[in-house]
C-alpha cells in the first residue's frame, strides 16, 4: 500500500459486501471522502449473518482465509490499525465423505498429517500433489507482490513484469492448463475417488468442476488450506467481519447508507460522474456525484446499472460468459444432541456419484461449535448448502413447492449424518437464488463469481478497472475470484490503482 495521500475526492461504492467495505474504508483511511449505499440492512453481503430465535446463521460464507499474518485480511485490518476478529483455525479444514463412504478424508492442515492422509485415500497420486505445491508457492509469492490482473495499462504491465521473479517462471507452461491435465499427465485419469474430491472441494472456490478449473487457481485454492495459512472459523458469527471493516470506514470518516440502492451510475464521456441513489424506506431519490465510482456487485449487475452507457464489447464479453451458479442453503437450529460426537466444523457430503455436482448433487455443511457465539448453550447452528441452476427458481410457477422439495431433499441428507429427530430440530429456514436477489442484491442471486476456467481466470477475467474512466469493479467477478480472501485482494488492487 503506498503511502497516504490526504485530500477530499468523493467516492462512491455501490454495496456494502466485503469487496467494498474493504475498498472503501482502505480510501477512507487515505483521506478520500467515501460513502457506501447497501440496499441492504445490514452490511456483508453473502458474508453477513442473521439471526432468529436465539440463533445467528451465516448466510453464505462460513469460513474465512486470510487472517493469519501476512495474509490479506490480515494487511487490511494492520492498514486500518484495527484489531484482527478473533478467530480460530479449522483443523481439518473440511471433512469430505465420498459416496458410500462412512470415514472422511480430512484436509489437514498440517502439512505431513495431510500428505499422510492422501497417500492414505489417493495411492500414487503424490506426483500430482507435488506440483500443486510447486505451483502454489510460486503462484502465493507472486500474488503477494499485489499485481493488477488482468492487466488494462502500461503501468500494470510494468507492475506485472516487476512482480515476477526467475521462480514464477515454473508457473508459465501451466497458464493455459486445468486440474483434469494435470491428473492426466500424472496417470491419474481413472482415479475416481480422487475426482470426486477434487470436484467436491473445487467446485467451492472455482464454480466449475476439476477437469475444466485452472489449475494455477486450483493450486492456489487447495494451497491456502495448509500451515502457517488456513481456513479459520470466526467467533461471533460472519457479520464480525464486515462490522470490523464498517468500524474501520467509520473510523477513518467514511459513512454506509443503509437500505440505499444505486439504480444507475452515471456516465458522461467515457467517464463515471457518479451514482443515481434511492433511499429504499423513503423512496427518494437522488444523483449522488463522485469522482471516483466503485461496484461491488457482480460484472452482470455493473452492465445493467450502466444501461445505455455500458460499452458494447464489455456488455458482449459479459453476455458470452457461461450461466452462472446459484445456491441453495438451508439453516437449522438445533439441539446440541443433533451432532455427532467429535464431528468436524466443515463437512462435505456427495449424493449421487454418477451425476454432477452442479445440481443439488453434493452439500457443504458448517457446524457451529459450543461457545462460538452462534447459538444458546446447549444448541447449535448446522449450515448446509448446495449449487443449484439459478434459473428455474425463477420460471417456476410453483415456487414455494420447488422450496419444499429442495428442503426436505436436504434435511433427509442431513438426517443421514446428524440426528435430526424432531425434539432436536428447534428451527429450520431455507434461502434460494431468489432469497439471494433480494438480500445480497446479485442478478438473479447467482453466487460465486464468473468461474475459474482457463479463459476465465487471473489473466483472462474481468479486470478491476473498467473500460470507463473512474468506473471500477470489485468482488467475486474479478480476479483472484470468490471467497472473503478474494474479493478483499480485489479492493485491494483497485484502492493501490486508485492511489497511483
Ligand atoms: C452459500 C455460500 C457459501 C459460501 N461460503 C464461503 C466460505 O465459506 N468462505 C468464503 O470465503 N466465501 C464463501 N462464499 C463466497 C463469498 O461469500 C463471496 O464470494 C463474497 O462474500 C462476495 O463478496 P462481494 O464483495 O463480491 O460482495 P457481495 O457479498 O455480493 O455483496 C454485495 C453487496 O452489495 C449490495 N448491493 C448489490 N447491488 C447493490 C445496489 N445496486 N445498490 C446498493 N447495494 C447493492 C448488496 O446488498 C451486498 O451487501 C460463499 C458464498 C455462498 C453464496
Not at 454495496?15 to 483511511?29: D, S, V
Not at 449449487?387 to 427458481?393: E, L, M, Q, S
Request: with cysteine; aromatic share 10%.
Amino acid at each position: 500500500m503506498v503511502k497516504d495521500h490526504p485530500h477530499r475526492s468523493k467516492v462512491v461504492v455501490v454495496g456494502g459486501g466485503i469487496g467494498g467495505l474493504t475498498a472503501a474504508a482502505l480510501l477512507a483511511r487515505r483521506g478520500y471522502q467515501v460513502s457506501v449505499f447497501d440496499q441492504a440492512y445490514l452490511p456483508g453481503g453473502c458474508a453477513s449473518s442473521f439471526r432468529r430465535r436465539g440463533f445467528a446463521f451465516d448466510v453464505g460464507a462460513t469460513q474465512v482465509a486470510g487472517l493469519e499474518p501476512g495474509g490479506i485480511h490480515h494487511r487490511v485490518f494492520e492498514a486500518l490499525d484495527m484489531p484482527v476478529p478473533p478467530a480460530a483455525p479449522c483443523d481439518p479444514a473440511c471433512a469430505v465423505y465420498l459416496p458410500g463412504q462412512r470415514e472422511p478424508i480430512s484436509l489437514w492442515r498440517d502439512h505431513l498429517q495431510w500428505r499422510q492422509e492422501r497417500q492414505r485415500w489417493f495411492p500414487g497420486s503424490e506426483p500430482f500433489w507435488q506440483l500443486l505445491q510447486t505451483l502454489f508457492t510460486a503462484s502465493w509469492a507472486f500474488q503477494g507482490r499485489d499485481p493488477v490482473l488482468p492487466p488494462r495499462t502500461l503501468k500494470d504491465l510494468v507492475g506485472l513484469i516487476k512482480a515476477l521473479r526467475p521462480d514464477t517462471l515454473v508457473t508459465v507452461p501451466f497458464a493455459l492448463s486445468t486440474v483434469g491435465d494435470a491428473l492426466t499427465w500424472c496417470g491419474l485419469g481413472k482415479q475416481e475417488n480422487l475426482r470426486q474430491f477434487l470436484d467436491l472441494q473445487l467446485k467451492l472456490y472455482s464454480q466449475v468442476e476439476a477437469a475444466d478449473t485452472a489449475l494455477l487457481y486450483a493450486a492456489t485454492a487447495l494451497g491456502v488450506t495448509q500451515a502457517p495459512r488456513g481456513l479459520f472459523h470466526l467467533e461471533g458469527s460472519m457479520q464480525v467481519l464486515p462490522h470490523q471493516l464498517l468500524r474501520g470506514l467509520q473510523r477513518w470518516g467514511g459513512k454506509l447508507y443503509r437500505r440505499h440502492r444505486v439504480e444507475q451510475i452515471l456516465v458522461t464521456g467515457g467517464q463515471a460522474q457518479g451514482v443515481v441513489v434511492r433511499d429504499l424506506r423513503t423512496g427518494r431519490t437522488w444523483d449522488e456525484p463522485a469522482q471516483e465510482v466503485i461496484a461491488n456487485t457482480t460484472v452482470q449487475d455493473i452492465v445493467q446499472l450502466l444501461g445505455e452507457a455500458a460499452p458494447r464489447g464489455y456488455r458482449q464479453r459479459v453476455d458470452r460468459l457461461p450461466p452462472a451458479s446459484g445456491a441453495f442453503v438451508v439453516y437449522l437450529g438445533v439441539k446440541a444432541a443433533a451432532i455427532p460426537p467429535g464431528c468436524p466444523p466443515h463437512l462435505q457430503f456427495y449424493y449421487d456419484p454418477a451425476g454432477p455436482i452442479a445440481e443439488n448433487n453434493s452439500l457443504f455443511v458448517s457446524v457451529s461449535r459450543p461457545g462460538d457465539g452462534r447459538a444458546p448453550a446447549g444448541q447449535a447452528t448446522i449450515t448446509a448448502s448446495s449449487f443449484t441452476d439459478p434459473r428455474p427458481w425463477w420460471s417456476t410457477c410453483d415456487y414455494p413447492a420447488l422450496k419444499e422439495h429442495y428442503t426436505q431433499t436436504a434435511l433427509a441428507r442431513l438426517g443421514q449424518f446428524f440426528d435430526l429427530a424432531p425434539e432436536h430440530l428447534l428451527y429450520h429456514e431455507a434461502a434460494t437464488p431468489r432469497t439471494f436477489a433480494k438480500f445480497s442484491g446479485r442478478h438473479q442471486g447467482i453466487v460465486g463469481g464468473i468461474g475459474q476456467r482457463v479463459a476465465t481466470f487471473g489473466p483472462f477475467g474481468f479486470a478491476q478497472r473498467t473500460p470507463l474512466d473512474h468506473l471500477w469493479l470489485v468482488g467475486d467477478s474479478t480476479h483472484p475470484g470468490e471467497g472473503t480472501a478474494g474479493v478483499s485482494y480485489s479492493a485491494w488492487t483497485v484502492v493501490e490503482q486508485i492511489l497511483s
